[in-house]
């Protein structure tokens, strides 16, 4: 069967995942019309309770609806309130928009195998009736749930997920940090090129097509034999200034007794351990030395280089199975089960044998004076100065914690984003729209950050097997 062309605007009915997700999704489907029934009112308002960020999202849906609502009149309600008179509507084709609310009991007419007590169901009847109601304009479900945008598809109602928040189209357009150069580059950039010395780095000043691709703070390689490796430090127009990078590979310029065992944890430890660099977010599967080589450069520019004054570590607290429920003590007592990844680092980078007992207690005397284990819960209002953040498992935040969190940054402060995007946890977050990948998106062209997508595993024959196979 051929699929109706629709003319004109749209109609989106609202499932209440969408709007707890991000509030402002009322004012993001530009001059189409949105309609929100009133079961998803009534999940909102018991939503609303507690201090987490779902609640706080739901009561701020509430405050904009109740905003576009004042004054109105019940017929202009019928009629739709229009979205061009909200402060937040600021785009031109969204003031073209209007929000519509359900006012009346619709007819069943969904499959019997459907009842229409439960919530779900009772939202893909109001749409199937608005299909049949406006059969010249295409009617949308929009909803993060996938069970009911199947079930939605099944009985004939068109469906969408919210794709607002996604960063990208797919993951693997996300920036890596790096890119190849081809084997005639230096043929094809060299020819204005200039080089110098500065402070024992080397310089090139090179220009060239291929300089509009890169992005600060961004690496630089060949395979065909030379070894050359290097960071782009500025761009103007076609003419960018690149700077040899170290090799952490060497065991000279090892950090915290630690040398990097490949080409992109060098790369990692070039931002970690510039000063100059004041975000850095790493990107990679399990193993490939995210935790480590973040707690290495953090020890020895705290402890040895004394640039900063202490490190600390947070995480958003997913379990991967089921809750073990309350946890007894302080605040770092109760962060302790969740910080395993930082304890099995730190008998990595504490000197002495795992069974020498005067190990141990260096392992815990640093964990209490230079590492400050933090709850997520505890961030807002905070302002850190001169330390180094270190946010792990930063793929289960959304794109509004991650921004909470970079915003404590005060004076002298550097941070740590590491994460994972195929191991989220968080409902509704995909690898698209997560946190981590939000912020890799839009600090890219900043030329104070840098990033890095680790490839390889580096934990040992075992888990790199497990890792392919499994």
């Known amino acids: 069967m051929a699929r109706r062309k629709f003319k004109g605007k749209r109609i989106f009915v609202l499932d209440t995942n969408v709007l707890m997700h991000d509030p402002s999704a009322l004012f993001r489907f530009a001059e189409h019309d949105i309609y929100l029934p009133m079961v998803v009112l009534e999940e909102l308002d018991n939503g609303k309770k507690g201090v987490s960020e779902v609640a706080r999202n739901v009561r701020q849906v509430s405050r904009y609806l109740d905003e576009i609502m004042n004054g109105a009149t019940a017929e202009e309600i019928e009629q739709g309130i229009p979205l061009s008179d909200t402060p937040y509507a600021n785009d031109e084709k969204t003031r073209q928009g209007r929000i519509f609310f359900q006012m009346r009991e619709h007819a069943d007419s969904l499959p019997t195998s459907l009842p229409g007590t439960k919530v779900d169901n009772t939202i893909l009847n109001i749409a199937l009736r608005l299909t049949d109601r406006y059969p010249e304009r295409q009617v949308t479900l929009v909803s993060k749930d996938i069970n009911l945008r199947i079930k939605a598809k099944i009985i004939g109602v068109h469906t969408e997920d919210y794709f607002n928040d996604k960063v990208l189209d797919e993951i693997e357009n996300l920036f890596t940090g790096t890119q190849e150069l081809p084997d ?90 510039d000063p100059d660099v004041d975000f850095v977010s790493l990107q990679g599967p399990a193993g490939t030395g995210k935790t480590l080589l973040a707690l290495a450069a953090a020890l020895e520019q705290t402890i040895e280089q004394k640039l900063y004054k202490e490190v600390v570590v947070t995480r958003v607290t997913i379990s991967v199975g089921e809750d073990i429920g309350f946890l007894p003590g302080t605040e770092e007592e109760k962060m302790t089960p969740w910080m395993g990844a930082l304890m099995d680092n730190l008998e990595v980078l504490a000197p002495g044998s795992a069974e020498d007992d005067w190990s141990q207690q260096a392992t815990q005397d640093i964990l209490r004076k230079w590492l400050k284990v933090r709850s997520l819960n505890f961030m807002r209002g905070r302002t850190f100065l001169n330390k180094i953040v270190i946010i792990d498992e930063a793929q289960n935040l959304t794109s509004k914690q991650m921004k909470t969190l970079i915003t404590r940054a005060g004076p002298g402060t550097k941070v740590i984003c590491l994460g994972n995007v195929a191991q989220i946890d968080t409902p509704y977050l995909t690898d698209t729209s997560s946190g981590l990948t939000y912020v890799v998106d839009r600090f890219k062209k900043w030329e104070h950050s840098g990033h890095i997508t680790l490839q390889r595993g580096e934990r040992s024959r075992l888990a790199d097997f497990a890792s392919d196979e499994l």
């Open 184 to 273: 005639d580059f230096w043929e094809t950039h060299s020819r204005e090129m200039d080089s110098w010395l500065e402070e024992g780095r080397t310089f090139y000043k090179v220009s060239g097509p291929l300089v509009q691709k890169w992005a600060p703070n961004m690496f630089l390689y060949t395979t065909n034999g030379d070894g050359f490796e290097a960071i782009v430090r500025t761009i103007e127009n076609e003419e960018a200034t690149i700077e040899l990078a170290r090799d952490f590979r060497q065991q000279n310029h090892n950090v915290w007794g630690i040398t990097a065992r490949n080409r992109e944890q060098s790369y990692a430890l070039n931002l970690l351990m």
